[in-house]
């Protein structure tokens, strides 16, 4: 395993097409999240995964966005309807949480799915 | 509203010479703190962390400092080579909380031959 594998790699699409991006984390990590960057910022927080358990999204994930992590291993982030300010590069991103505080690890990024929407 | 603030978006240092990069936090809750480094068309890469019981980590050529009554943390690259030529984003979280990063906008390093 060697490290974050996000597919595909780029997509465009057309504005009011679904879209569909898939990100397989480091295989022992537990935890996974989804980032979005756009030019001239930071990843900015989409949402998290413990094992299938999705815990927190931010407000940024609007209705027209929905990510699932079946079986606690690989997850999906759907975009339906999409929109031209929704073009992005979309990050995922995995670690290993134990809770306590002292075992966990940092984050570690994939490569990311950069989104044009025309 | 940015709980985690780089005011430089960039920053230009000749190779061999000391790189310093700033970030600035507001959530007095963050006790983590890490700094990624970011190529054109990749993924950001964990360079270096910090808890907020320390006040230095130091990995090789990169230097970690930690300011906690100032909320102020910086990364010191020394010396500084073409090849550390990225985007640098400082990132904060909460370590006994939900220990979800938060990033800054980030600031582009340029190392001069």
């Known amino acids: 395993d060697t490290g974050v594998s996000q597919d595909p790699r780029h997509k465009i699409t057309k504005r009011g097409q679904n879209v569909t991006f898939r990100c397989d984390p480091i295989?022992?990590?537990?935890?996974l999240y989804w980032y979005r960057q756009t030019l001239g910022q930071g990843p900015e927080f989409l949402t998290y995964?413990?094992?299938?358990?999705?815990?927190?999204k931010s407000r940024l994930l609007s209705d027209r966005f929905s990510a699932e992590r079946p079986k606690g291993s690989f997850s999906t982030l759907e975009i339906q309807r999409t929109e031209q300010g929704d073009s992005a590069m979309y990050l995922c991103?995995?670690?290993?949480?134990?809770?306590?505080?002292?075992?966990?690890?940092?984050?570690?990024f994939g490569q990311g799915t950069r989104l044009t929407v025309v | 509203d940015q709980q985690v603030k780089q005011n430089s978006p960039s920053l230009s240092v000749q190779e061999g010479r000391i790189s310093i990069l700033n970030c600035d936090y507001t959530?007095?809750?963050?006790?983590?703190f890490l700094w990624y480094k970011k190529y054109p068309a990749e993924g950001p890469t964990f360079l270096i962390s910090?808890?907020?019981?320390?006040d230095k980590n130091e990995d090789g050529r990169f230097t970690v400092f930690l300011n906690k009554s100032a909320k102020h943390l910086s990364l010191h690259i020394v010396p500084s080579q073409p090849g550390d030529s990225a985007v640098y984003f400082c990132?904060?979280?909460?370590?006994?909380?939900?220990?979800?990063?938060?990033f800054g906008r980030g600031t582009s390093l340029i190392v001069h031959p």
């Open positions: 959530n007095s809750m963050f006790d983590y």
């Open positions: 295989s022992e990590h537990n935890r």
């Open positions: 910090i808890s907020s019981i320390k």
């Open positions: 990132a904060s979280l909460v370590s006994g909380g939900s220990y979800i990063p938060t």
């Open positions: 995964f413990q094992n299938e358990a999705q815990l927190e």
């Open positions: 991103a995995s670690s290993a949480h134990t809770g306590t505080g002292v075992m966990n690890t940092e984050a570690f």
